[in-house]
């Protein structure tokens, strides 16, 4: 074998090498894309059970408020019903139209390809997340406002607020949300696929698009100022209700059912800003972070992001993270009808009275502590005077 024949043997060799070596890089590769998209974090039973428990609680809410609609002569308890009638159309309707397209996707091994060759699917699946999500918010802010205004202003409420207004208001807010949700069709912001694939909303990371970055940043700002309005009217209402009942103590019986009343919607006060906060302060902060950063969840999905190195792990984890924020965030769906309406005539009371029992039970111990302590300084007490008795 001549020197040239082994310089040709040992430069395939190389070559031969440096093949086998990038097919088994390749494949190291897709098996942790493979592994990162069936891992639990994306597993299909997610969408399913979201989409059954929201369309069980939100219809339960809608059947209660039809009934008691009829019923309440009140024109002040008919405008709250219709907000929470329309809170829970909104939150039933974002789950029905968007959760069968990503258990669609999943069906289709997570490729958005095959239920949507035209890429229009995509579209408008995120005018629906900006909708619902939007008007959740937006109508969670007029209910803070309306019941902060019942109760500071109780004379001026009743003379001016009438359900024509409230079903305006409704109209209003639906209607400027679902025209504010359509800019990236008219070519203002844009639309694209986040990880995993199985679903679209905005993108925070494509400066290129004419208004995309003007468009992601005026969703959050608008989330964060609807969350900022709900929480300032709800802390108002709380010290509204905390004042009134002050002025109505006593032991009459009208007394006594305010008491009650305000200790309801105290707590349920605070359970909805417990809610609105968990759910939604995440989703709304890693968007402006992302914004900042020009990171966006859908360049997970692409492989310029699957290398080992740092780059890549920082933009899996806000990726993962972004995921997790915005069942969050869909959760708040979920939660809605219970927080508003369910739990209150099922918890609240039953929470009430809890209370009042563990009250009773410590004012009687102190009572018979109280007690207790009088029967051992009685005798104690007669012993002293019957010395005295006896020196005198």
Not at 288 to 298: C, D, E, K
Request: aromatic share 8%; with cysteine.
């Amino acid at each position: 074998m001549t020197a040239d024949n082994c310089d040709s043997l040992e430069g395939s060799q190389t070559a031969i090498g440096q093949m086998l070596e990038s097919n088994v890089s390749k494949t190291l590769r897709e098996g942790n894309i493979t592994k990162n998209s069936s891992c639990g974090s994306v597993s299909v039973g997610f969408p399913i059970t979201m989409m059954v428990t929201g369309m069980v609680g939100n219809s339960l809410a809608l059947i209660l408020v039809c009934f008691s609609y009829r019923k309440k002569e009140n024109k002040r308890k008919k405008s709250f019903l219709l907000c929470i009638g329309s809170l829970a159309l909104t939150d039933l309707f974002g789950q029905l139209l968007t959760s069968p397209i990503v258990i669609s996707v999943y069906r289709a091994d997570l490729k958005w390809e095959r239920i949507d060759p035209s890429g229009n699917l995509c579209a408008f699946f995120g005018v629906c997340m900006t909708t619902f999500g939007l008007c959740a918010l937006f109508l969670a802010s007029a209910m803070a406002i309306e019941r902060a205004m019942a109760i500071t202003n109780p004379h001026w409420y009743s003379n001016h607020m009438k359900t024509s207004v409230t079903k305006q208001t409704l109209a209003v807010i639906w209607c400027l949300v679902l025209l504010f949700a359509l800019l990236p069709i008219a070519g203002v912001g844009k639309y694209t696929r986040q990880w995993p694939g199985t679903w679209c909303f905005i993108s925070t990371g494509d400066s290129e698009v004419p208004g995309n970055i003007f468009f992601a940043i005026t969703f959050a700002a608008l989330g964060i100022f609807s969350l900022l309005v709900t929480l300032s009217c709800n802390v108002v209402t709380i010290r509204g209700l905390i004042i009134r009942c002050k002025t109505k103590s006593g032991t009459s019986q009208s007394s006594k059912q305010w008491e009650r009343l305000t200790t309801e919607t105290v707590i349920q006060l605070l359970g909805i800003m417990c809610v609105l906060l968990i759910c939604w302060s995440p989703l709304l902060v890693l968007m402006l972070r992302m914004i900042s950063t020009q990171v966006s969840s859908h360049e997970c999905n692409s492989t310029a992001v699957t290398s080992n190195n740092a780059t890549g792990r920082d933009v899996h984890l806000d990726c993962n993270f972004f995921l997790t924020v915005i069942r969050l965030a869909s959760l708040n769906q979920i939660l809605d009808p219970w927080v508003y309406l369910l739990l209150r005539e099922i918890l609240l009371r039953k929470f009430c009275i809890v209370a009042n029992a563990v009250s009773n039970c410590s004012i009687e111990e102190q009572k018979e502590t109280q007690t207790a302590l009088d029967a051992l300084n009685k005798p104690n007490q007669d012993s002293k005077d019957l010395c005295k008795s006896q020196s005198n």
